[in-house]
């Protein structure tokens, strides 16, 4: 006799907005115990957002205590990222919404993300504290490259931001736009973009312009997730931080305020925040339930 093991519930929340319609879907599986990766990457895949999160039981030694600690994997409808900021906003409030705001920790496969879900007003909210960071050069060629493939000049470039690749848990190449109408329009070759992302390991591109001195318009092609942009990108945001914070474009300690999704009709509010002494980024934002 065969055994059909039963379809987890497959749970549906938006990150980076209180507002169904806005931020990021993200698939949200909080018992994702016996499934195959293959099983994973159909559910994300069938979803169709830029990625969802499946939980499981967490690795000895993670701490967090009972039902407060897990193991979670993140799927584009294409393949595994390491990291993915949205769908952990999400898994933390659907968490927070059955057990309670407080303390949560994940294994990623980034590294270990603790978080923490406060309730103000009866608006959940989620802060994910990143892995440690770092900010890489890119080869002259390959960024020559990425402006052809987005059809972007050195002129469209913001002399201010140098482009650099930038790692909070999955590495994101960081170009700033000089103008607002310059990062209002994005078309660009998808094949091509793809292609140079895989061969440098990038999970984004994180285009930026910059509004204020800690105000921030973002977007992000995500072609290598099998998608033509992430409409709020919690893992590049984080990354950004630690990228501005190296140049200097940021003061060491305080606050950001990152808007996304706006060009595709989903706007979304990230919040970065730094602190003097600790090279962690930290992202926060609200989530809600889809349907």
Same mark, same amino acid.
């Given at each position: 006799?065969?055994?059909?093991?039963?379809?987890p519930?497959?749970l549906r929340?938006?990150?980076f907005?209180?507002?169904?319609?806005?931020?990021?879907?993200?698939?949200?599986v909080l018992?994702?115990?016996?499934?195959?990766?293959?099983?994973?990457?159909?559910i994300?895949?069938?979803?169709?957002?830029?990625?969802?999160?499946?939980?499981?039981?967490?690795p000895q030694?993670?701490?967090?205590?009972?039902?407060?600690?897990?193991t979670?994997?993140?799927?584009?409808?294409k393949a595994?990222?390491?990291?993915?900021?949205?769908?952990?906003?999400?898994?933390?409030v659907?968490?927070?919404?059955?057990?309670g705001?407080?303390q949560l920790?994940?294994a990623?496969?980034?590294?270990?993300v603790?978080?923490?879900?406060?309730?103000?007003?009866?608006t959940?909210?989620?802060?994910?504290?990143?892995v440690?960071?770092?900010?890489?050069?890119?080869?002259?060629?390959?960024l020559?490259?990425?402006?052809?493939?987005?059809?972007?000049?050195?002129?469209?470039?913001?002399?201010?931001f140098?482009?650099?690749?930038?790692?909070?848990?999955a590495?994101?190449?960081?170009l700033?736009?000089?103008?607002?109408?310059?990062?209002?329009e994005?078309?660009y070759?998808f094949?091509?973009?793809e292609?140079l992302?895989?061969r440098?390991?990038?999970t984004?591109?994180?285009?930026?312009?910059?509004?204020?001195?800690a105000?921030f318009? @973002?977007?992000?092609p995500?072609?290598?997730?099998? @998608? @033509?942009?992430?409409?709020v990108?919690?893992?590049?945001?984080?990354?950004?931080?630690?990228y501005?914070?190296?140049?200097?474009l940021?003061?060491?300690d305080?606050v950001l305020?990152?808007?996304?999704?706006?060009?595709?009709?989903?706007?979304?509010e990230?919040?970065?925040?730094l602190r003097?002494?600790?090279?962690?980024?930290?992202?926060s934002?609200?989530?809600?339930?889809?349907?």
């Amino acid at each position: 006799m065969t055994t059909i093991t039963p379809r987890p519930e497959v749970l549906r929340y938006t990150a980076f907005s209180s507002d169904p319609d806005g931020g990021n879907p993200a698939g949200v599986v909080l018992d994702a115990t016996g499934l195959e990766d293959d099983e994973m990457l159909a559910i994300a895949a069938d979803l169709g957002y830029s990625e969802s999160a499946f939980l499981t039981a967490p690795p000895q030694g993670l701490g967090g205590g009972a039902g407060r600690a897990y193991t979670i994997r993140y799927f584009s409808p294409k393949a595994e990222v390491p990291f993915c900021g949205h769908a952990t906003v999400a898994s933390a409030v659907a968490l927070a919404e059955r057990t309670g705001p407080g303390q949560l920790v994940f294994a990623t496969r980034a590294g270990t993300v603790p978080v923490e879900v406060t309730e103000e007003g009866g608006t959940l909210r989620a802060t994910l504290t990143s892995v440690e960071p770092y900010v890489a050069d890119i080869a002259e060629a390959d960024l020559a490259e990425a402006l052809a493939a987005l059809d972007w000049r050195d002129a469209d470039l913001d002399p201010a931001f140098p482009p650099r690749i930038a790692f909070a848990g999955a590495r994101h190449l960081v170009l700033a736009a000089a103008t607002r109408a310059r990062l209002a329009e994005l078309a660009y070759d998808f094949t091509r973009l793809e292609a140079l992302m895989r061969r440098l390991d990038l999970t984004t591109v994180q285009l930026v312009w910059r509004e204020s001195a800690a105000v921030f318009h @973002v977007r992000d092609p995500f072609p290598v997730g099998g @998608v @033509v942009e992430d409409s709020v990108t919690g893992a590049a945001a984080a990354a950004f931080g630690a990228y501005a914070r190296e140049f200097g474009l940021v003061p060491e300690d305080g606050v950001l305020t990152l808007y996304q999704g706006e060009d595709l009709g989903r706007p979304g509010e990230i919040e970065v925040t730094l602190r003097a002494g600790d090279p962690r980024v930290r992202v926060s934002g609200t989530a809600t339930r889809i349907g």
